[in-house]
């Protein structure tokens, strides 16, 4: 089998804290540290909060009129930097801010996929981080629908601007293996953009091991939960085997590490996040066990030296085409679906919650 | 076809025959000419006894039983491989890689277990025995040291702590106790339908028996002898969600400022109930329960491989088999507490649809999943579950540390076709997986090697030893048909992956109840009863065999089989033993002996419709009044009785759980039971186990 430069390898030899990516962890789950993680508040929020109130890190941007379909689209956007909110009202910015690498500051809404709609039930913040926030106003609940009766149309149904609340992550790296996640919850008023804080809290985490690709895993416990984050972790040595900044193979590399991470809840619900990490919580409590995955892709490199020679087809020697399709100069990037699975479980004889990490390819090697 | 099926049965009889003759070959050349001991368990047994001095002992002593089993003999590890084909128990020199010699077994050779004294127990399955063989030295056959009688059918044994030595009988549904020593039995216990593999508990107090059909799990308290079911029934953990918010709308109507009429009240509570009935179809009945394995670290925790099934709403008709609209079958393996018995919710969960946006449709972009799950262990060095996969032909390693292992794969490896069993050699870090239909065994390198080191296939080759050629051999279109039969993931047979074999777990029936286009309809028993009962399916559609694969496939939109193949599923089913056979063979008790008096009298007229001569069918349609609701039509075919006492539920539609229900309710409907003392009933019923 041909030789390859696995960007992973080459993010070993980046610092020695780095665990061996094999493919399963066992955790001890008393050595993890430990922090608090915010919760989605319960009960109302203010009607209204006056524009003069501001939470630093959150700042509400409304759209320039051109992406408003002349006024029918309402919505605002937070972002985490006042520059990325100011372009994006004048039309200068988009709705993933200005930053080239994946973001460390990200936000996300109520999660859907618990008891939230339970009177009195728990809350929780989604999964699906992203560096800004889309606020549309919100559908009225409706009457049921009578049996036979017509449906109701989208455009029908009432609609208003809601006080929302709003949660916000930021990845920070200490060095040697650690990190933590500074979170502030805020409710948002979009119409006044008057920003009001609600919680505040960190956690501290633990690099626990490394997936390929350039994934860091960390790890964390909060009360009963256990708390793991998947970051991308900056890779010079891959840049460089791909062809450095700016080349071609790079730039298809760079396109690709920033595609959404694909999490898969334990309730079976899917969540994207946009950000340049993903934190997934599982219950630790005895009896009760819990599973998420978080889907992405490998790209690794083979450089051009080490590709192997391709014979020209009858149709391409026809063409005269044969040595243009072949651009040995260039390194040639492969990608491989790999599902990080993420588990806790807590029986009769275990002392205290399995947590366990996975690695598996979850499909074939392809030339991109 | 029929002639062709018997001349290949006379053959193999023949060639048993020939085999249980053989005697000591005594020398220690290659197979064919590998030397073969007097068929064991042919002779009365004599008394089992404790062996002085263990030749054999265990490589990785696990305490359960496998068709193949690692001991080191004279400083050699050596396989011990059950080989139903060959009926003997080779031995193996694995990393010599060559066989050995060759134990000739009278019957069929099911799983083995190493006795801390060093005998091998053997399951004959269809002699209903277990024979203790005594391994002596490596190139000699084993020496049969005795034999004990079992419940009809003995599938798998296992070893508690206490000495006690398990042994669980399928088609006898029981799981016995016997003395670890003499072999004698202490006790019996009675279970549902088709027991399979068996593990103790930690603390040897449980034995947890999987089931190859009935979504359960049986739970058996060793001491006070008494066995509990554990239900293993998939869970949509959408389908509960949606109900959840569901029932909370009012709530959130009435938070909105928004008034919540009466007649909205009751649209909600009828919404709720509808809920319901989708949370109901959200739960998944459960098969192929066949292997089971225990895990080391984190230990107490069985591990259970087995298959979630949608059958589809059984009150609505559906186009093929099953639900449309969702997968009809996920793998799973469900995780129990070792000390509570119960399941770990996640683990039960059904799985949703691929969720990577780089799959395309390339089929080699996914994995198959394991649907047909034969055997399992767990390595506790890499805390892998690895489990053999019929029809995929893979070993899939999962992590046994995982709330729902199924939902953490780590590698597979591809080995021969039809993998029963597999053995650990923990010392030497690898596996050993004996597969019948192709005859080989496949050594698995268990390193816990960094997934990056992984070949880009992610389906790799493992190490092989090649057994000589037998003298006694499968007949080659049966052993196509046993291939084909078992083919998941083969979109000729079902578009969606299913293998004959997942409705028809060892040619039998999943005692599911499934939608089909014709209304509700029962999975029926093939084993023994196919040959001469056309015409087939429950509203005698095809008169041949072929027809209805024919059909079957087409249901399953599947692209269908070439003709050939079509006769070799039908010469492979057509050849299947019934399960029953040595229940049949004995002597009548006096008690089936008055059932049958029963059975054929005028009286009742169950013989008028069921005639024994004819395989217990007379092929036509009747109206019995027990069209459903879902049903196009009010008569059905007579299903022979061959093995049915061990195939409930009963009817087309699954309506009746127990025989007696059955016996008692179709009273001048089919036959006449109202005038039938309890007696009489009980005997009747004891008649038809026996048939």
């Given at each position: ?14 610092t ?7 493919s ?8 993890l540290?430990?922090?608090q ?9 203010p ?6 109130e ?15 379909m002349?006024?029918r689209m ?27 690498e994946?973001?460390?500051v990200?936000?996300s809404?109520?999660a ?6 339970e ?22 609940p ?10 109701v ?22 060095g040697?293996?650690?990190a ?8 948002v008023d ?26 860091a895993?960390?790890?964390?416990r ?35 590490m ?8 334990s309730?079976?619900?899917?969540d ?14 005895q ?30 020697a ?20 790999m ?5 806790t479980?807590?029986?009769?004889r275990?002392k205290?919650p399995?947590?366990?990490?996975t ?10 | ?8 049965l ?21 197979a ?6 007097k ?5 009365p ?15 990785s002593?696990?305490?359960?039983s ?27 020199d ?17 799983h083995m ?12 399955k269809?002699?209903?025995?277990v024979?203790?063989?005594e ?26 702590p206490?000495g ?13 106790g ?11 216990v009675?279970?549902?339908r ?10 040897g ?5 999987a089931?190859a059909?009935g ?30 918010m569901?029932r909370s709308?009012?709530a959130?109507?009435?938070a ?10 009751r ?40 298959v ?12 093929g ?6 997968p009809?079958?996920a793998?799973s ?13 996640t ?10 946006m ?9 994995h ?7 055997a399992?262990?767990?390595d506790p ?6 489990v ?10 999962y992590?046994?540390?995982a ?6 794969e780590k ?18 870090h ?9 005859r ?45 039969f078992?083919a ?12 004959c ?5 060892d040619?039998?029936d ?11 309809r ?22 041949t065999l ?14 269908g089989l ?21 229940v ?7 008690k089936?002996?008055?059932g ?14 069921h ?29 022979s ?26 009273d001048?409907?089919?036959g ?5 003392s ?14």
């Amino acid at each position: 089998m041909k030789r390859r430069t696995l960007i992973s390898l080459a993010l070993l030899g980046a610092t020695a804290l780095l665990a061996t990516p094999s493919s399963a962890e066992t955790l001890k789950f008393a050595s993890l540290p430990t922090g608090q993680v915010t919760q989605h508040p319960v009960g109302e929020g203010p009607k209204t909060i006056p524009a003069t109130e501001k939470v630093p890190g959150f700042f509400v941007a409304k759209p320039p009129p051109e992406q408003t379909m002349n006024g029918r689209m309402q919505f605002s956007m937070i972002f985490s930097k006042e520059k990325d909110a100011k372009d994006f009202s004048t039309g200068k910015g988009g709705f993933m801010g200005s930053s080239e690498e994946q973001a460390d500051v990200c936000f996300s809404e109520r999660a859907t996929d618990v008891d939230i709609d339970e009177p009195g039930g728990p809350a929780e913040w989604s999964p699906s981080l992203e560096p800004g926030v889309h606020m549309s106003p919100h559908f009225m609940p409706m009457p049921p629908r009578a049996k036979g009766g017509k449906p109701v149309r989208m455009q029908d149904i009432p609609r208003k601007f809601e006080v929302t609340a709003v949660h916000q992550e930021r990845f920070v790296d200490l060095g040697s293996g650690k990190a933590q996640l500074e979170m502030v919850d805020a409710w948002v008023d979009p119409t006044t953009r008057g920003v009001r804080q609600i919680a505040k809290a960190t956690l501290g985490l633990q690099r626990v091991t490394d997936a390929p690709g350039g994934f860091a895993i960390y790890a964390a416990r909060e009360r009963t939960h256990v708390q793991l984050v998947v970051r991308r972790v900056k890779d010079p040595d891959a840049t460089s085997s791909s062809g450095g900044s700016g080349s071609v193979a790079e730039m298809r590399r760079a396109r690709m590490m920033r595609m959404p991470l694909m999490i898969e809840a334990s309730s079976g619900t899917h969540d994207a996040s946009s950000c340049g990490f993903a934190r997934v919580q599982l219950h630790a409590e005895q009896g009760v066990g819990e599973m998420a995955k978080l889907e992405t892709s490998v790209v690794s490199v083979v450089p051009a030296e080490e590709q192997p020679e391709k014979k020209e087809s009858p149709l391409q020697a026809l063409l005269g085409g044969g040595d243009s399709m072949q651009d040995l100069s260039q390194p040639e990037l492969h990608v491989r679906p790999m599902s990080i699975n993420m588990s806790t479980s807590w029986t009769s004889r275990d002392k205290e919650p399995v947590v366990s990490i996975t690695l598996g390819w979850a499909g074939r090697d392809k030339k991109m | 076809m029929q002639r062709w099926s018997g001349l290949a049965l006379a053959a193999v009889l023949g060639s048993v025959a020939a085999a249980a003759c053989g005697g000591h070959g005594g020398a220690q050349a290659p197979a064919p000419q590998v030397p073969a001991a007097k068929a064991a368990a042919a002779a009365p047994s004599a008394p089992c006894h404790k062996l002085a001095r263990a030749v054999a002992t265990a490589v990785s002593a696990s305490g359960v039983s496998s068709t193949v089993v690692l001991a080191s003999v004279d400083g050699k590890t050596v396989a011990y491989v059950s080989d139903e084909d060959v009926h003997a128990v080779l031995t193996v020199d694995v990393d010599g890689k060559k066989q050995l010699a060759s134990t000739a077994i009278d019957g069929t050779p099911g799983h083995m277990l190493l006795t801390p004294d060093g005998r091998l127990l053997v399951t004959v399955k269809d002699k209903s025995k277990v024979v203790a063989l005594e391994p002596s030295v490596t190139d000699k056959p084993l020496a049969t040291s005795c034999s004990i009688d079992t419940a009809t059918e003995p599938v798998a044994l296992a070893l508690a702590p206490d000495g006690t030595v398990l042994v669980s009988s399928g088609w006898g549904r029981a799981l016995a106790g016997h003395d670890g020593d003499t072999l004698a039995r202490r006790f019996s216990v009675e279970l549902p339908r088709e027991p399979r593999a068996v593990v103790v508990s930690e603390d040897g107090k449980s034995a947890f028996v999987a089931h190859a059909v009935g979504s359960q799990m049986s739970v058996v308290d060793l001491a006070a002898g008494k066995a509990r079911a554990v239900k293993l029934r998939g869970k949509d953990p959408l389908v509960a969600q949606r109900r959840r918010m569901m029932r909370s709308q009012p709530a959130r109507m009435k938070a909105a400022g928004i008034k919540v009429t009466p007649e909205m009240e009751r649209r909600f509570a009828e919404m709720e109930k509808e809920g319901d009935s989708e949370t109901e179809r959200g739960s998944r009945s459960s098969c192929q329960g066949y292997a089971l394995a225990k895990s080391i670290d984190p230990a107490g925790r069985v591990l259970a491989p087995e298959v979630f099934v949608d059958n589809g709403d059984p009150n609505m008709r559906a186009e093929g088999y099953g639900d449309d609209d969702s997968p009809t079958e996920a793998a799973s393996v469900a995780v129990l507490d070792d000390t509570t018995g119960t399941p770990i919710d996640t683990s039960l969960a059904t799985s949703r649809e691929r969720m990577f946006m780089g799959h395309g449709d390339d089929p080699r972009d996914h994995h198959e999943p394991c649907l047909l799950p034969r055997a399992a262990i767990v390595d506790p060095s890499t805390k892998n579950l690895l489990v053999t996969c019929f029809g995929i032909d893979d070993v899939i390693a999962y992590d046994a540390a995982a709330a729902s292992p199924v939902r953490a794969e780590k590698r597979r490896w591809g080995v021969g076709a039809g993998p029963t069993g597999i053995a650990l050699d923990g010392p030497k870090h690898r596996a050993i997986v004996w597969s019948q239909f192709d005859r080989v065994l496949d050594v698995i390198e268990l390193t816990n090697i960094p997934i990056t080191a992984e070949k880009a296939n992610p389906r790799e080759r493992s190490g092989r030893i090649e057994l000589p050629a037998a003298e006694r051999k499968i007949q080659p279109e049966v052993a196509l048909g046993r291939l084909l039969f078992h083919a998941a993931g083969d979109n000729r047979i079902a578009k969606d992956g299913r293998a004959c074999a997942s409705c028809h777990p060892d040619g039998r029936d999943d005692a599911i109840t499934w939608a089909t286009p014709d209304g509700p309809r029962r999975t029926i028993l093939l084993a023994g009863r196919v040959s001469s009962t056309p015409p087939y399916s429950w509203s005698n559609g095809e008169k041949t065999l072929r027809e209805h694969l024919s059909t079957t496939f087409d249901r399953l939109d599947g692209g269908g089989l070439r003709s050939a193949e079509l006769d070799a599923i039908v010469a492979y089913i057509t050849t299947l033993a019934p399960p029953n056979a040595a229940v049949a063979r004995a002597p009548k008790e006096a008690k089936v002996a008055r059932g049958e008096q029963v059975f054929l009298s005028k009286e009742a007229k169950c013989a008028e419709c069921h005639i024994p001569s004819a395989d217990f069918s007379d092929g036509q349609l009747h109206d019995v009044k027990s069209k459903a609701k879902a049903d196009r039509g009010d008569q059905f075919n007579t299903p022979s009785l061959r093995g049915t006492g061990g195939a409930g539920p009963w009817f087309h539609d699954g309506r009746y759980k127990t025989l007696k229900d059955l016996l008692k309710d179709v009273d001048g409907k089919m036959g006449h039971t109202k005038q039938l003392s309890e007696t009489d009933l009980d005997a009747l019923e004891a008649y038809l186990r026996s048939i």
